[in-house]
């Protein structure tokens, strides 16, 4: 009696568990689009600043050390990026995913 | 509670069958939310087990013998410890910490790997699932560890006194946790292998779960090593016995692993190799779990009865024959990448250390097989003994050590001969210096194996300073931080290099260990009675006098009687003294008599040992109890009916019978060189594999930046 009692409770528990990501099927596929469509546009948008830049700074309007100090920053935020790019698209990090 | 027990384990078998089949339909169709669904099934399995476990604990804590296995493995007057750790001293009770162990490891990699390796990590799940639901399956089938019993008994029968050892407790879940541990990369490289990804990627996903296993197998191996030596009585180490070498193979052959896949990171090299060596390190770690609990094979550690043997033996063809399917069919996936530059390279040379590594577990596994292979062939088994293992051993340890020794130094690609002799000019001094300070002032050419060893530690261990020196000094010059800030800063910062040469270090001074005890040690059995002395190795031992002790034996077993001995030891003018003991059991056996039954049981032997880094003492007593036959005949017949009380006061009556009138007793002594040497070896491998699989995100962030960096310069050029 107690092993089919809890047999019984077990399997529903357990099936509420793992029916829960088909019941929300498609909503995180939603959302990760969205997220990938944001972040792809986003990096597009920080390449051209940082080649704008880099014009800025070949036509004389930027200064050598002000070039670099928008460069690195830029760049920084481009890679930031790349890596939640990676993650929504659920590559590996680059350089190994040692957590 | 047995019935919630049972119906965990049961709807965890379900659970496990539903993430494999919902991960690989999942990854087919492309429906992620069945993949998602698939990996919490897993975590499902893992707080299932949990609960049961936690059950069965519970079961044991309380003594509650309507548990078939709590009767069997445990008793009232078992002290708490043992009671907690009796769990996995029965057959049922270990299986289920292997599948509790995989099943929480499984989530832990697949909670990592959840938003990455989408296509591998859904295979991954499907091979960790199938795993989990055959150890699940042997449970619910055959051997479960919630069996009841339909009239319980008053008392159990105890934890098999010989496992009665702090180190013996730690060691299975030590052991399982490895070979466990291993089942991880092991999913990966299947998963990459159907998914087709052969890359490196699984490799640097579990890498840390394999430094984990293998550091878990190796302390478990050492701590095996350490109940052989202070509980069996009879003072070695390591006997070649079965299932020590069970243990050791899988630990092998991951070693194996360990270097080769660091090949494959660098060079994208070596990838069949990469995927059999943990195929094969997998399948070890099954047979060696196989052999413990199957007994096809005599061993003094193996505990369990053959109920499941045939099981695991399907289990294990399945794996060998899917593994070997895989990597067949995806051969031409698997082709490396790269060419071996030069003979005279790191990859080779770590190629050649897989090699004696391999070579090591095959002769190890013939002479582990031979009594199942001659059995076949000629009808009687025959067995191989450690003449046999050491003769075959010694030699591919010897290159072992030295390859130890030549790797680090050694720089990717290639090596030219003269920078080769720039690097090892130092140790190979060192090396010579030592044959000459060992051949002028020691005995050590009694035993050239054990020279040659010695010579090869000093030049291992010279290389591992080097090492750390140069790179000190480089980083300094840099810096121009103080020497230990940058020594502290260099291994901070390249944890997996020094930690890898840390693990180098300690297997060299593991080895001379071995060495020295091996072949140096002096052992004496002699017959005393109290006021005698003996002699062993300058230490003069006369027997004071007999102890005997009804309950409380000094190891805090729960042995209701202890006899020993109080021995003083002299040696240059110190004196110490040294106390072995022999526990005797009561026997459950009711057709012994109420009194002999207290001292038919097991006994074992509570040897004492003087630690040393030169040397340790081992002394071992075997106290002849023979003498006491006839007036434990003699109380059986008079107290046949007598209560516990009285039982209590005959037996104390006796025991202070053979303590004051002592017949001579057995002594075994046994000096032995250096043994310290092997424990503290294993301790500073322990350190450094801990050292390079420690997470070091600050190493890793600038790691991953300068791939970004180069990524970022690609693109932007490229528009």
Partial sequence: MEYALALVVLAV???????????????????????????????????????????????GKLSDADWRSVDRDLRSEAIEILRQLDRVEGHVPEGGMDR | MAGVGSACLAIALLTALYAAAASVFGARAGRREWVTSGRRAIYCVATLCIVAFGLLEAAFLRSDFSYALVAEGSSTDTPTFYKVTALWATQDGSLLLWATLLSLFASTVLFLTRRSLRDIAPYAT????????????????WENPFDTLATPPLEGAGLNPL??????????????????????????????????????????????????????????????????????GWGGYWAWDPVENASLMPWLVGTAFLHSIMVQEKRGMLKIWN??????????????????????????????????????????GLVIALSAGLIIARLPQLRSEAKLDSLLSREAF???????????????????????????????QASVGPPWFNRLVTPLALVLVLLTGIGPVLAWRRFTPAALWRVLWPPVS??????????????????????????????????????????????????????????????????????????????AVLFLGVAASSAFLEQRDVR???????????????????TAKLGGDSAGTGAPISFGAVLDVRKHGKHFVMRPSRNYYSSGDASLGTISRFFEGEATSEVDVRWGLKRDLWLA?????????????????????????????????LAERYRRDPPPAAFRAIASPLVMWIWIGGAIVVLGALVAAWPSPEARLRRVRSLYSARLGRELSRA
């Fill in chain 1, 13 to 59: 528990v357990v099936g509420a568990v793992l029916s829960l990501p088909l019941r929300r099927r498609g909503e995180e596929e939603l959302r990760e689009e969205t997220m990938l469509a944001e972040l792809s546009a986003a990096k597009e948008a920080k390449y051209r600043e940082i080649r704008d830049a880099e014009l800025d700074h070949q036509m």
């Fill in chain 2, 350 to 380: 770590f190629l050649l250390n897989n090699l004696v590594l391999v070579g090591l577990c095959l002769v190890i596994m013939w002479g582990t097989f031979f009594p199942l292979i001659s059995e076949a062939i000629t009808g009687t």
């Fill in chain 2, 126 to 141: 499907a091979v960790l699932g199938c795993v989990a639901a055959f150890f699940l399956l042997l449970m619910v089938g």
């Fill in chain 2, 621 to 653: 007593v075997r106290p002849d109890i023979g003498s006491l036959e006839k007036p434990i005949q003699e109380a059986d017949r008079k107290f046949a009916d007598s209560p516990g009380d009285v039982q209590a006061l005959i037996v104390a009556a």
């Fill in chain 2, 430 to 507: 060192a090396a010579a210096l030592a044959l000459v300070l060992l051949l002028a002032f020691t005995n050590a050419a009694d035993s050239p194996a054990s020279l040659a060893m010695f010579c090869l530690v000093a030049f291992v261990l010279v290389v591992v300073g080097m090492e750390l020196a140069r790179g000190t000094k480089a980083r300094r010059t840099m810096t121009g931080e103080s020497w230990p800030r940058s020594l502290a800063r260099l291994t901070g910062r390249n944890r997996r290099r020094y930690g890898g040469y840390l693990a180098h270090a300690g297997i």
């Fill in chain 2, 163 to 232: 496992l009665r050892h702090p180190a013996m407790m730690i060691h299975p879940p030590m052991l399982y946790t490895g070979y466990v541990g291993f089942s991880i990369p092991f999913a990966f490289a299947i998963g990459a292998l159907v998914a087709g990804r052969t890359g490196a990627d699984w490799i640097r996903a579990t890498r840390r779960f394999a430094l984990i296993a293998w550091t878990f197998l190796g302390t478990g191996i050492m701590l095996g090593a350490l109940w052989s030596y202070t509980e069996l």
């Fill in chain 2, 528 to 546: 005393l009675k109290p006021g005698d002395t003996f002699e062993v190795d300058g230490y003069r031992v006369t027997y004071r006098e007999a």
């Fill in chain 2, 275 to 316: 995927v059999s060596l943990i195929c094969a390190t997998f399948t070890l770690a099954l047979l060696g779990t196989f052999l413990v609990r199957s007994g096809i094979l005599s061993s003094i550690h193996a505990f369990g009865a053959s109920t499941i043997g045939v099981q695991f033996l399907i289990f294990i």
